[in-house]
């Protein structure tokens, strides 16, 4: 299982499309890694996503809540296909 929600973390890092898993999991099979052959579907991956998002999102609300002072930096940009993009960085003194 942890070969399953290492994939999908590399695939919510990269930017990739959920339909990639499934690939990503056969590649694993033909490293002789075994990772069972239930939850290789995109759907699965999406639930690890989530899943693994939600433990995140936890332990940084644990953090901002703890500390005593924040500072947040909100930045934006658009590139030549008028695609935008957003960052937002938040530092705690924890």
């Known amino acids: ?48 996503i989530k899943a693994i998002a939600d433990t995140e999102r936890v332990k940084q609300d644990d953090i901002i809540c703890s500390s005593p002072f924040i500072l947040i930096i909100s930045d934006g940009s658009t590139d030549t296909s008028c695609k935008e993009a957003e960052i937002v960085l938040l530092k705690s003194s924890f």
């Open 1 to 48: 299982m942890t070969y399953l929600f290492k994939n999908a973390h590399y695939l919510a890092k990269a930017g990739r499309s959920y339909s990639d898993f499934k690939s990503l999991c056969l590649l694993d099979k033909s490293k002789g890694i075994d990772i069972g052959d239930t939850y290789l579907t995109d759907k699965y991956c999406q639930k690890f």
